[in-house]
């Protein structure tokens, strides 16, 4: 089998700038500043646009699209051989639309330009372009689009225009059915934004990677937007192990999202597993928090079969904003994250809002869920320990297999597998009753996690079981 290469042949006209300048960095991808979280290590493996006048801006800790590092870009041993052969074979490019959206100072966002021009793109021009995203230089997008997923690359520059008040900003995106794929393309968008800014109109490197990366979708397209896509890892990497977007997020974010959440991380995993409709509040830039969408999703990961058929699925919404209003209102269950502070009003769209690390809830029934418990202290106890020492065999063990982010997601996978064993083997007793030794072998507290354990109870079908008394005064 001959390796499929990361760059497609219409990739190769890209302008790529020398690696070694006179401080050995490109002058758009520099080293992360002190104090900022440091997605990569290293030079990306793929191209980083040419250098312009656009710098980044001062963007608190989100990463840089070029420092999205995926497993095979890391030129080490992290990935073998074999692992990215199937990767490539399992994906398949399924781009349905790329287009560019413009702000104009008269008329706000506007869809400028798009492929297949007959797309219905209604309102993507406000998923593209964040609101509030004037206040930063460059940005990236991750959000829903009917059954489609997308991703935008958004960039700012200054102009000596009066017509422009200054400044031309402009995202540049793509849609497709599957947001496993999207990783692959952040780099062309963040380099063709910068191009469509310097040069106005030259759509024609867009049109070409149109022609070469569109999806061939089933007649008629009624495929449907799930929380789970074709797992691309295939059998190299045991796919209970990892959620199927672990792809689309760079190196450190789990860790990242759990040290900046600290011990509320335990508040927003109980939610994730109750399936809630979680609503995350920040200003820009949105890209960082996208990618808390995901990591939250990942906390209620359950590798157990059968388990959460008919529970629904926590969907991944990503950015949203006022236009997806009556979208929302529709859900059972979801992640998404939005710039605009006026959706915090409407309570009838979420169960939990989430600003900054406040995490906070109207519903009274789920106040209480709120509070941390001492299990719930004691396991971020345990999972702080568990990092402390995979940083210190790294360090002192040169182990480059193990990461954070297997640690973190395998921490709460088997947190939740511990769970529902429990709760399957209670139900098959002929006295389905939980005592509070049942709870504390879930990892569970009997007092302060019994609201909790209703909820799972009801939310997931087990009718059989029953609590014992014990757990109101443990």
Not at 8 to 36: F, I, K, N, T
Not at 174 to 197: A, C, K, N, W
Not at 292 to 312: D, K, M
Request: net charge negative; with cysteine; hydrophobic share 35%.
């Amino acid at each position: 089998m001959v390796e499929r290469s990361d760059r497609a042949p219409l990739l190769d006209w890209e302008e790529v700038p020398s690696r070694g300048g006179a401080d050995g960095q490109d002058r758009l991808s520099g080293p992360s500043a002190p104090g900022r979280l440091g997605w990569s290590s290293g030079p990306s493996s793929a191209p980083a646009p040419p250098a312009t006048s656009i710098t980044q801006a001062g963007t608190g800790d989100a990463p840089h699209p070029d420092r999205a590092r995926h497993p095979w870009e890391s030129g080490g041993g992290d990935v073998r051989l074999e692992e990215r052969m199937l990767t490539w074979e399992g994906e398949k490019d399924q781009i349905v639309s790329v287009f560019v959206v413009a702000f104009n100072t008269r008329t706000g966002n506007m869809l400028e330009w798009c492929l297949p021009t007959d797309m219905d793109l209604e309102g993507v021009e406000f998923k593209a372009i964040a609101s509030g995203s004037h206040r930063v230089t460059t940005d990236f997008i991750y959000f829903r689009k009917g059954r489609y997923f997308g991703l935008a690359c958004f960039a700012n520059m200054a102009v000596e225009s009066p017509a422009e008040r200054g400044a031309r900003m402009k995202s540049v995106g793509i849609l497709s059915p599957s947001y496993t794929l999207l990783y692959r393309y952040m780099g062309f968008l963040e380099h063709q934004v910068r191009l469509q800014l310097q040069s106005p109109g030259h759509y024609w490197p867009l049109e070409a990677f149109y022609q070469d990366k569109r999806a061939l979708l089933p007649p008629g397209g009624d495929d449907l937007v799930t929380a789970c896509p074709v797992d691309p890892w295939g059998s190299a990497i045991n796919h209970n192990m990892h959620p199927e977007m672990k792809i689309t997020h760079p190196a450190g974010c789990m860790s990242h999202f759990i040290r900046f959440f600290g011990e509320q991380i335990m508040v927003l995993w109980k939610l994730a597993l109750l399936r809630r409709r979680i609503l995350i509040f920040s200003p820009p830039p949105v890209g960082v928090v996208c990618y808390r969408v995901y990591c939250c999703c990942s906390l209620a990961n359950v590798s157990i079969p059968g388990v959460g058929v008919a529970v629904p699925e926590l969907r991944p919404f990503f950015y949203v904003n006022v236009a997806d209003m009556g979208v929302l209102e529709k859900e059972l269950s979801y992640v998404a994250c939005t710039t605009e502070k006026i959706l915090e009003e409407k309570r009838d769209l979420y169960d939990v809002y989430v600003d900054n690390q406040n995490v906070k809830s109207c519903r009274e029934g789920l106040k209480p869920l709120l509070r941390l418990t001492p299990a719930d202290r004691d396991k971020y106890r345990r999972l702080t320990e568990q990092r402390k020492m995979l940083l210190y065999s790294q360090e002192e063990n040169g182990d480059c297999v193990s990461s954070e982010e297997d640690l973190f997601i395998l921490f709460f996978l088997e947190q939740n597998n511990r769970i529902f064993q429990t709760l399957s083997e209670v139900a098959g007793t002929p006295d389905p009753t939980l005592t509070p030794e049942n709870v504390r072998a879930m990892g569970l507290d009997p007092h302060g996690d019994r609201l909790f354990l209703l909820h799972l109870l009801e939310i997931y079908g087990f009718d059989t079981l029953l609590m014992s008394e014990q757990l109101c005064c443990s």
